[in-house]
């Protein structure tokens, strides 16, 4: 809490319960608020990953499911219940728990946030500009988590110029492992993943959808004689994405992870990082290889570049071009002192800018505003 804050009981609500970057910052920031004093309530449609991790953080749990299509009497029965449990502050994300929880908030006249992730159906129907542009006239707070988004929201929302506020993501910053610990789990992975000591592994995170883009990391793989590549996630695209690796001429040299809580034992393994998304808003997996001191190659686009600073901490590369993405990831393989420092750089970025406590702080003061 700021200085001079009191308490608060602060719900934070998204519809889906993942996996997925937006769920992940959710239970990190109950956890983080919760640490800091507040008391926190998770709430859902439904129950799965994240209902899943914050009930095991202690955290309480709402599961609050609506009927297929609209609901309109979700609102008052929600506006009831966050009365009777004497809610403070309601922060809800995306899209659906920002329209349901911000008109269910603003009927018990509780303050509300709503937090974007990224463009995807933000502004696509001409119906989701509108009902944003009334919760916001009616007193909802709009945060993107990216000045990017902030100005990509602003247009296609129509909002005049600082009206939707910008709190980056963040995530907690565990000690990295020691020189002989990152040794041995380097050793240990690869050998789960069945990959000789001394071939190159370029590591990404991230649910297989077409957004993800993670054909043009095949492809570029393709162009790098004995790369591996490693894909942590789950999602509609595997079998395509096997299909394009056999004809490619790389499955021996791809691994589809499947969803993994171990990440950061998949981090210490890698060589790279490589974020070849088409669209982000700014995606925690970035955030996390930096803090794992790995460096990052990643397409310029969201806010991407608003965490990896180009030749500093990582390289950024047009979306959806393997010749340029293989380029850069053999530039950075292929010069590993280079390579360490950028790994450095990325470490003390994120501990300065993209910490959970630093994200959990900005969204207290929005709070408390």
């Known amino acids: 809490m700021s200085a001079g804050s009191r308490p608060l009981r602060v719900l934070l609500a998204l519809e889906s319960s993942g996996p997925g970057g937006a769920e992940h910052m959710v239970v990190q920031l109950a956890r983080e608020l919760r640490r800091r004093g507040d008391t926190v309530i998770v709430a859902s449609m439904r129950p799965g990953w994240m209902t899943e991790r914050a009930a095991a953080a202690g955290i309480p749990v709402w599961i609050a499911a609506q009927r297929r299509g609209l609901d309109p009497l979700w609102i008052p029965r929600f506006a009831q219940r966050l009365r009777r449990e004497r809610i403070d502050v309601v922060h809800s994300h995306e899209f659906a728990m920002n329209v349901y929880c911000g008109a269910a908030a603003r009927l018990a006249a509780i303050p509300s946030i709503a937090t974007l992730h990224g463009r995807h159906w933000a502004t696509e129907a001409r119906r989701r500009a509108l009902a944003y542009r009334a919760l916001h006239r009616f007193g909802m707070r709009i945060v993107a988590v990216s000045h990017d ?7 296609g929302l129509g909002l005049s110029d600082g009206a939707i506020d910008v709190v980056y993501n963040g995530i907690d910053l565990p000690q990295p492992p020691s020189v002989a610990e990152r040794a041995r789990l380097r050793a240990e992975v690869r050998a789960e993943l069945a990959l000789a000591s001394g071939t190159e592994l370029a590591l990404a995170v991230g649910n297989l959808y077409p957004v993800k883009d993670h054909a043009t990391l095949l492809q570029a793989a393709a162009l790098r004689s004995g790369l591996a590549v490693a894909i942590a996630g789950r999602g509609g695209e595997e079998q395509r994405l096997r299909a394009l690796a056999g004809a490619l001429g790389v499955a021996d040299r791809v691994r589809l992870l ?28 970035v955030l996390e290889a930096m803090a794992a001191g790995l460096p990052v190659v990643a397409s310029r686009v969201g806010g991407i570049h608003e965490a990896v600073v180009d030749g500093e901490t990582g390289l950024l590369v047009g979306p959806g071009e393997p010749d340029v993405l293989a380029a850069a990831i053999a530039r950075v393989l292929d010069t590993p002192g280079w390579r360490e420092a950028l790994g450095h750089e990325g470490r003390v970025r994120v501990e300065q800018e993209f910490s959970v406590a630093r994200m959990a702080q900005r969204y207290r003061a929005l709070y408390d505003a």
Do not use: I, K, N, Y
Request: glycine share 6%; aromatic share 6%; proline share 6%.
């Open 149 to 155: 988004l902030a100005r990509f929201l602003t247009e």
């Open 258 to 285: 499947g969803l993994r809580d171990d990440v950061a034992r998949l981090l210490a393994a890698a060589d790279v990082f490589v974020q070849p998304s088409r669209s982000e808003g700014l995606p925690l997996a």
